[in-house]
């Protein structure tokens, strides 16, 4: 664990290297889940198990797999730990998993796995392949909270709402009308909604990097505007 | 023949991880079979007791069931499904069928019709559907108590015409925006009414155990 700091990777899975806005991985249940608050959390929370799972189990048998057979290998690893949650999904929080219907398989499908699996999990020790899978899963996960968050107060003026789904009885409660429409602003909820809200998290994403590219190439470039004084003493390096 | 031997020791780590994988999710199955089930039938159950209430019947309609047989007419159902009894002591109260509405804006509609041996509408529910968010997905009893209005209706009340949405001269509301969806739902509710009807000796016979 010397190239890649625990830093560097928290900073790569939430922001710079995110999963959903960057990389551009997993679209397809991003998009089409988000619809509400409640489903985004349950489906992100599928994610990160089956994240931290798959890149555990494929850096713990690094040694033993050859190169050739790799990817068959790391399938099977990412379909069963699908496949398990899927189970315990049916099991203890049944009403989610009627909701999330195929898009709980389909993650077996999700590129940010596989590519995890292979780009990082394959190359790096247990614990390091534990923390990325996390870290990548949390990424990933907060864009779909937020996007559903988003799209659910567009859609239907209210947030939090189905809690109970998920927290059982007494999440009822959460819910929180934030503002009252006669009409809901239906695109927000309908699949283009979840093109647009997407796009306008990237570019949100890209204004914040430029922005703060440029105050720091501005600060790079003005750092003696103040002082005209000539050092003399001591060495200049 | 080397190449031999790698082929074979790459078919046996990946033969070795088909059977990991494989125990990991058979033992996963066993350990959550019974709960799977427990909450399958919960949620059936739950579905059930909503249409007849707990305190109208005594029996334990979940188990009480009867095949449906395929009816593409009148139910909307292409294969035999799964009906429902109520009973209340020994006497048959009323039935539960499926419904399919084949009408609706975006899919098939399957809904639970329960019908009282009066001939009455004792609950509707819509299963499951793909109407649009926030428009047709009013017929579900989560998102609107729309489907609570057709209770204690029957064939009689109101007439044929009747079963329709307003703007078209019928008795039931439409939603804003959507008409072809709770359309499609009435309709499909006075069809299974109608099936109820020709069928009603089968379903609420007297003794039907021994049919």
Excluded at chain 1, 11 to 18: S, V
Excluded at chain 1, 112 to 127: E, H, M, Q, T, Y
Excluded at chain 1, 201 to 224: F, G, H, W
Excluded at chain 1, 225 to 236: C, E, L, P, Q
């Amino acid at each position: 664990m010397s190239s890649t700091s625990y830093r560097q990777l928290t900073l790569n899975g939430l922001w710079k290297n995110n999963p959903a806005l960057v990389q551009l991985l997993g679209l397809c249940p991003l998009l089409a889940v988000t619809a509400s608050t409640v489903n985004a959390l349950g489906l992100a929370a599928a994610t990160l198990f089956v994240l931290v799972v798959s890149n555990t189990s494929v850096s713990l048998i690094r040694a033993v797999v050859s190169d050739t057979i790799r990817l068959p290998v790391f399938v099977m690893i990412i379909a069963a730990a699908v496949t398990v949650t899927e189970l315990l999904m049916q099991a203890y929080s049944y009403e989610l998993y009627q909701i999330l219907g195929i898009f709980l398989p389909l993650i077996t499908t999700n590129c940010i796995i596989l590519g995890r699996a292979d780009a990082f999990a394959r190359k790096n020790a247990v614990p390091a392949a534990l923390y990325d899978g996390f870290i990548m899963g949390v990424g990933f996960g907060a864009v779909l909270v937020l996007l559903g968050a988003i799209r659910e107060l567009l859609g239907t003026g209210a947030l939090f709402a189905d809690m109970q789904l998920l927290f059982g009885a007494g999440a009822e409660a959460w819910r929180w009308q934030v503002f009252r429409v006669d009409y809901p602003f239906l695109v927000a909820i309908l699949p283009p909604g979840a093109f647009l809200v997407t796009g306008c998290l990237i570019a949100l994403k890209n204004q914040i990097d430029n922005s703060l590219e440029r105050r720091a190439r501005a600060r790079a470039a003005t750092p003696v505007a103040g002082s005209k004084r000539v050092r003399v003493t001591g060495t200049v390096s | 023949m080397k190449w031999l031997a790698s082929i074979g020791l790459s078919g046996t780590v990946l033969a070795l991880f088909a059977a990991v994988t494989s125990v990991a999710i058979g033992w996963t199955y066993l350990g959550t079979k019974v709960q799977i089930d427990f909450e399958v039938r919960r949620a059936e159950a739950r579905q059930l007791l909503e249409i007849f209430p707990a305190d109208t019947h005594d029996n334990e309609v979940v188990d009480d069931t009867f095949v449906v047989e395929a009816d593409t007419a009148l139910l909307g159902i292409r294969e035999a499904r799964q009906g429902y009894r109520v009973r209340q002591g020994g006497v048959i109260i009323g039935v539960i069928l499926p419904a399919t509405a084949r009408d609706g804006y975006s899919g098939d509609i399957r809904a639970l019709v329960g019908i009282r041996s009066d001939g009455t509408v004792a609950g509707v529910r819509v299963v499951s559907h793909r109407e649009t968010p926030g428009l047709g997905d009013k017929v579900d009893l989560r998102k609107s108590d729309w489907v609570l209005g057709f209770n204690h209706h029957s064939l009689i009340n109101p007439v044929l015409a009747g079963w329709n949405v307003q703007k078209e001269g019928g008795i039931f509301d439409q939603f804003t925006g959507a008409t072809v969806t709770p359309r499609a739902v009435i309709l499909a509710t006075r069809r299974a009414l109608e099936y109820a009807t020709l069928n009603s000796a089968q379903l609420f016979g007297i003794n039907p155990d021994s049919a």
